[in-house]
């Protein structure tokens, strides 16, 4: 009978979802590197040969949400073109804010996630910014650019994160942002 091996992208993959879920229970001031290697299902010293300290962890874990949120980006829009890319990229942001699990945090730690949206924002406009750009210039009858329509969608999409509002709301604002008829 085979056996499982747990490699270190592996590990190291486990040691960042036990971060999200630590730092979604308890919070950045009350984050625990023992806590984290035990929800993990690692020892301590497991958890530092893949992290020096918890500056470094945190760093890596802003990168693994990026990923996550592109790599589900392009997963969302295989096959679409058109318009139809655009509006399912707007529908793909709201369930990852919706499925976002640090989202209790706004009300928590409030300043910790006011830096952690202010690099969403950074990493997040020029992924749609392209979107955008494969729009034709008629597309859009204002003439704003894609860079600018970008950032207006996601400042608003992390305004109704902040403050939680209707989320057929936010999907009709963002279409209306994005020029996007449905």
Not at 74 to 89: N, Q, S, W
Not at 164 to 172: C, H
């Amino acid at each position: 009978m085979p056996t499982t091996t747990t490699g270190p992208s592996d590990t190291r993959s486990r040691l960042l979802d036990a971060t999200s879920l630590a730092l979604a229970q308890y919070g950045p001031r009350k984050l625990s590197l023992t806590d984290i290697a035990a929800l993990a299902g690692v020892s301590r010293p497991t958890l530092y040969r893949h992290f020096a300290s918890r500056h470094e962890l945190l760093l890596a874990l802003a990168d693994y949400e990026k990923e996550r949120f592109e790599s589900g980006l392009t997963d969302a829009l295989e096959g679409l073109v058109g318009p139809a890319r655009l509006d399912r990229a707007l529908c793909f942001i709201i369930e990852f804010q919706h499925e976002y699990p640090m989202r209790g945090l706004v009300a928590i730690e409030p300043a910790f996630m006011l830096e952690q949206l202010e690099q969403a924002l950074r990493s997040m406009t020029p992924t749609l910014a392209s979107l955008f750009g494969e729009r034709s210039p008629s597309a859009d009858p204002g003439g704003a650019r894609p860079a600018d329509l970008a950032d207006l969608v996601v400042r608003t999409a992390l305004s109704h994160f902040l403050i939680k509002g209707d989320d057929a709301q936010l999907l009709r604002e963002l279409r209306h942002i994005a020029s996007v008829q449905r």
